[in-house]
């Protein structure tokens, strides 16, 4: 990898006495996709919270173009080139298309611009007409609404999490082409997390694998997926009684 735009040294976060993330660190570099992969409860999600700073981790920091920004509020990463997705594609129902795109313009300055949501959606490979009502489409379509609207602000890093989920393989093909596109074309950094390996496979150039909070393993799709702590926490029952 080049050298790297986002990352997080040594996070760590408890939930009362259970500790969810232990010593994390990871980085992504301009131009890559850094796959986030691991079992179910792993702390993936927790990971992003902190990334995005809607979680306050309890040690290690985060850094952003060579800058501590542990301590920066959401909307002030969000203004610094960090852009987030969630896991189910919420949209603003009642509202059009258009409306929501104009909410995302005017959400904070400087204001964007007609052109620039017509630019994203191009980059998002969103199609349909604005004056559709936002819920009214279906998940692809919204998961692509969501993500042009983060591109109105061109981004320099995209967390996405589980952007696949409750698409059909067709649908996971373009949408690898897109964020591949995004990735290649205008390097934006990309963290992705996806708990199948073999959808991680095809999309990432890295993966960083985590189980019961800790990284277990870091390299090469390829490298980490025959690692055998990975395929230990992935593929062995845990031992009962
Ligand atoms: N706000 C919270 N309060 C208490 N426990 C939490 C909270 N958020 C997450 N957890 C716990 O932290 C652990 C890690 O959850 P997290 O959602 O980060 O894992 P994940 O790897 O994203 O899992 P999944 O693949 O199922 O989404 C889980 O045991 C979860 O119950």
Not at 75 to 84: E, K, P, Q, T, V
Not at 168 to 191: C, F, G, K, P
Request: charged share 25%.
């Amino acid at each position: 990898m080049g050298e790297a735009i986002f990352g997080c040294r040594g996070i760590g976060i408890s939930f009362g006495t259970r500790a969810i993330l232990r010593d994390v660190s990871l980085e992504v570099a301009p131009a890559e996709v850094l796959g986030l992969v691991g079992p179910n409860g792993a702390g993936k999600t927790s990971l992003f919270e902190i990334l995005c700073g809607r979680y306050t981790a309890s040690a290690g920091s985060v850094f952003l173009d060579g800058r501590d920004i542990t301590r920066l509020a959401v909307h002030d990463r969000a203004r610094a080139g960090l852009a987030r997705t969630y896991q189910s594609p919420v949209v603003p129902g009642a509202l059009t298309i258009a409306e929501t795109f104009r909410a995302a313009r005017f959400s904070h300055r400087p204001f964007k611009t007609r052109m620039d949501a017509e630019w994203a959606c191009h980059l998002a490979g969103f199609h349909q007409p604005w004056d559709r009502l936002a819920g009214s489409l279906d998940t692809f379509d919204r998961r692509k609404l969501l993500l042009a609207c983060l591109l109105i602000r061109k981004p320099r890093v995209l967390l996405l999490d589980e952007p696949a989920s409750g698409l059909i393989n067709s649908e996971i093909d373009e949408l690898d082409l897109i964020i591949r596109r995004l990735v290649d074309e205008y390097r934006i950094a990309a963290i992705l997390i996806e708990h199948r390996l073999e959808l991680l496979s095809a999309i990432a150039d890295r993966a960083v694998v985590l189980d019961m909070g800790e990284v277990i393993a870091t390299g090469t799709p390829r490298e980490v997926f025959d690692d055998p702590r990975v395929l230990a926490a992935y593929f062995e029952a845990p031992a009962h009684g």
